[in-house]
């Protein structure tokens, strides 16, 4: 991961004397693809430090959704208080947000005992009552894609994005249950220890929109091999979510519609970021194995699809 932000140990001191923190040693979490992490050996135990690259309101968005979490006891990272009671602070005019380590590892490759693990950790957050402050589009669909539509870019590119987009809006449900998404469901944001999920990490895109839609994006993000969607790892992952959760049928007929935009949302948000805003050569092309997976979603008859994943 890019670190974004770069901190002196003075300057991570002085963050972390806010929480009563004395850092004895820290180092740069190399992972993730939006903020700036460290890692941070305290008086206390080991403590996450994240600078936020995302816009102010969307970091409070998830520092109260943490605190919620907490109450219904959802395997989470659990936000540290401040002296004053807050857990959201800000440095360099950026939101900064602290939480203990948690212990675990990520598994690149999930196979289906763990896709189905998944599956009912996304139905248990789902089940969790959604707050009226949470915005109700996804931060793909609110400002990324507005952004990456006024990109003089590949024109082909940018013509078959939103064609696919513009069909998947016109075909999907507006009646479609709403809840609590997490929005960002891929292998790095889910951790695990002895074979069991352990947590689902960065709530950053945490909004109030279609329900479906998760499982969309965890299908895109735990269930494909290169550009390829595992039905196998689909079926585990929906047999898990509906151990807690049964999905209405107007869900089932939109998954696979949710699976491609999902994709086709992680693509503009990949050219976006790596073309765009932070340029990186070498992911400069990243963008385009989620425009492979959007084809492949789309390719799949839909009978065939539904028989094999809910049969």
């Given at each position: ?82 002296a004053n ?59 990324t894609y ?56 960065d709530f ?108």
């Amino acid at each position: 991961m890019a670190q974004y932000t770069k901190l002196l140990e003075n300057e991570i001191q002085e963050i972390m004397g806010r929480y009563e923190l004395l850092v004895t040693r820290y180092e740069p979490i190399e992972q993730g693809a939006g903020n700036s992490n460290y890692l941070l050996n305290t008086n206390q135990g080991k403590f996450v430090l994240t600078i936020f690259e995302i816009e102010p309101t969307r970091a409070a968005y998830m520092s109260k959704v943490l605190t919620l979490l907490e109450k219904h006891e959802f395997p989470a990272p659990r936000p540290q208080k401040m002296a004053n009671g807050e857990v959201l602070t800000k440095y360099q005019e950026k939101s900064v947000l602290v939480k203990p380590y948690i212990t675990g590892y990520i598994e690149s490759e999930i196979d289906v005992n763990k896709a189905k693990q998944v599956g009912t950790a996304i139905a248990k957050l789902h089940e969790i009552p959604v707050p009226d402050y949470l915005p109700d589009k996804h931060s793909y669909i609110e400002i990324t894609y507005p952004k990456f539509m006024e990109q003089e870019i590949d024109r082909n590119y940018k013509t078959w994005v939103g064609q696919r987009y513009n069909y998947i809006i016109e075909k999907l449900p507006s009646q479609l249950p709403v809840g609590l998404v997490h929005g960002d469901i891929f292998y790095d944001n889910v951790l695990f220890e002895d074979e069991n999920l352990k947590a689902i990490l960065d709530f950053e895109d945490v909004s109030r929109i279609y329900k479906i839609y998760d499982l969309g994006m965890a299908v895109v993000g735990i269930c494909t091999e290169e550009t390829n969607i595992v039905i196998k790892k689909v079926r585990a992952l929906i047999e898990g979510y509906q151990e807690i959760r049964l999905l209405e049928e107007i869900e089932k007929d939109s998954l696979q519609l949710c699976i491609e935009w999902a994709a086709i949302l992680t693509s503009t948000w990949r050219f976006w970021k790596y073309n765009i805003d932070l340029p990186e050569k070498d992911k400069s092309e990243k963008y385009m194995q989620m425009v492979s997976i959007a084809k492949n979603a789309s390719a799949i008859p839909k009978e065939e699809f539904k028989m094999a994943v809910f049969s």
